[in-house]
C-alpha cells in the first residue's frame, strides 16, 4: 500500500495523477468498507453460532445452571396476585389467587366462565371469612403447600442427572430467543425414591432461556409405564403427556403461565387413575411481601372486578 508521502507526491503531480490514483484506491477503499461492514454484521451471528456449539458441546451444563437458577429464585420475596383458569375433566373454574408470606389464598369467581350466582358467591364469603378467623387451617394448608415444593425442588433438582440432553437449536420464547433441548432417560441415573422412578419413562423438549437460563417450557411425554409414588403407589401408563411452561411476568420474576397434563394409570395397582387437566394463568400483579393472609382475604373480598376480568378473558 502506499505511504502518505506518497499520495502527497501524487497531488503534486497534477489531476491526472489524482485521476490515475483514484482508479487505484477506490476499488480498495470499496473492499475494505465491504471487508469491515462483512465482519460487523457477522459477529452477533458468529458469536451465537459460538454460544449454540458451546450448548451442544455440554447441554448439561446448562440444564444444570437453569435447574439451580430455578431453585435459588423462589417466590418468597415477590408475591403476586392473578387469575387462575383450570379446565378439570368437565368443569371449568376461574379462581382469583394471592400469595402471601403465609401461604396462597384463593376466591373461586366464576365457574364454567360464568360469575358465580348469588348463593354460590355468599357461600365463598362464608368460606374466606371463616379461614380468616381460624389461622390453623390456613397453617396447614401452608404447611402441605411447602411439602409439595418441597418435592416438586427434589424432582426438580435430578433434572439434570434423569436424562441425556442434545441441543437442536433455538427458538423464539415468551421473553425472548430460547435453546431448544430434546431429552430421553440416563441409563446410568439411580432414582433416590419411588417419586423420581417416572423420570425412566420420559422423553421430550426443555427450553431454556437464553438471557436468563430460565426453563421455559417442558413438554415430556411418557415412553414407557412408570411407577409412581407422590403420596400413593401406582403407575402410570405410556403414552400420557406433560406441558409446563413459565415466564417472566415482570422484573424478572418468573411464574408458571400453563400447564396441561394428560396422564391415565392406576393407584395401589387397583384404582384407575385420568388425570386431564389444562391450567393457565394471567393477570399477573404484584402485592407486597409482608401481606398476610388475612390482608389477602381482605383484597379478594374487597375486588367486585375480578369475575368480570375472568369473563372475558375466555
Known sequence: MRSNADAIKIVMN???AMRDESRILLPCRLA??????TLILLFPLHAAFAQGDDVARDPDALVRRASQNELQAGNGNHPYRYLLHKIDDSRITTKEIVETKDGDVARLIAVNDKPLDAEAQQAEIDRLNNLAAHPELQEHRRKKEQADDDRANEM??????AFIYHYEGMVDGPNGPCYRLSFKPNPNFDPPDREAQVYAGMAGELW?????????RLDAHLIADVEFGWGILGRLYKGGSIMVEQADVGDHHWETTHMKLSLTGRALLIKPLSFQTTED???FEPVPPEMSYQGAIKMLLNNNDSAQVAEGTH
Open 14 to 16: 497534477g489531476k491526472q
Open 281 to 283: 394463568a394471567s393477570h
Open 32 to 37: 475494505a468498507l465491504a471487508a469491515l461492514t
Open 208 to 216: 431454556i432461556d437464553k438471557g436468563q437460563e430460565r426453563m421455559v
Open 156 to 161: 426438580l433438582r435430578l433434572l439434570p442427572d
